[in-house]
């Protein structure tokens, strides 16, 4: 299975030039080699990282990056132990999946209060999401959250329009992936500073 990911790496990194946006799903992995460790070394200019269904435990050995802006993770097996290591080695995540995961309690998102970018979270299907409270605790212990499981503040859902194709359009409309939309859209997403809705990556 570390091989195909490996492999998944590399043709990504073919097709894009200088890999960005990287996107592995259901390959089954409970953590990450060495071998895979090394390969995604070679790429710290990511901005865009999905490693979903994958059956992952734990985050030992995906390497800090710097740049990196989005980040999905959901369909997993990740545990309180994630949220740290994602607050330790990813302190620019704009975007963050850790849906249908086994976080349980709001004591674990604690650490996220390190993430002074963090706009939008999706914790849907995992335990904590049952405890009393839940929405509006999430908002009050991390101030700069504007989207929590597709919703705002307020709880009101936010709707998807038909061009949110990709998940890397849930970041905010000063992100480099929206360099190529046409000065109007540019123009209206500006007026709007709240991030898109993050979907699911499908499975």
């Given at each position: 299975m570390a091989e195909k990911i490996i492999n998944q790496i590399k043709k990504q990194a073919e097709d894009q030039g200088e890999l960005e946006e990287l996107d592995i799903q259901e390959i089954r992995?409970?953590?990450?080699?060495?071998?895979?460790t090394e390969?995604?070394?070679?790429?710290?200019?990511?901005?865009?990282?999905?490693i979903t269904c994958?059956?992952?435990?734990q985050l030992n050995g995906l390497p800090a990056m710097?740049?990196?802006e989005v980040l999905m993770l959901e369909g997993n097996c990740l545990d309180g132990s994630a949220l740290k290591y994602i607050s330790e080695n990813f302190k620019n995540i704009i975007?963050?999946?850790?849906?249908?995961?086994?976080?349980?309690?709001?004591?674990?998102l604690q650490v996220l209060k390190n993430l002074s970018s963090l706009q939008q979270l999706d914790l849907s299907?995992?335990?904590?999401?049952?405890?009393?409270?839940?929405h509006q605790?999430?908002?009050?212990?991390?101030?700069?959250?504007?989207?929590?499981?597709?919703?705002?503040?307020?709880?009101?859902?936010?709707?998807y329009s038909d061009e949110d194709n990709d998940f890397e359009e849930g970041i905010g409309s000063d992100?480099?992936?929206?360099?190529?939309?046409?000065?109007?859209?540019?123009?209206?997403?500006?007026?709007?500073?709240?991030?898109?809705?993050?979907?699911?990556?499908?499975k």
């Open positions: 992995i409970e953590q990450l080699t060495q071998e895979i390969s995604l070394k070679k790429h710290q200019k990511l901005k865009t990282l999905a994958c059956g992952l435990k710097d740049q990196l975007c963050l999946s850790l849906a249908e995961n086994q976080i349980k309690s709001l004591e674990e299907d995992n335990e904590v999401e049952q405890q009393a409270g839940y605790k999430i908002f009050e212990m991390l101030p700069n959250l504007q989207v929590l499981d597709n919703k705002n503040k307020d709880g009101k859902g936010i709707e992100s480099e992936f929206n360099d190529d939309e046409d000065e109007d859209e540019d123009e209206e997403e500006s007026e709007d500073e709240s991030p898109k809705p993050q979907k699911k990556t499908k």
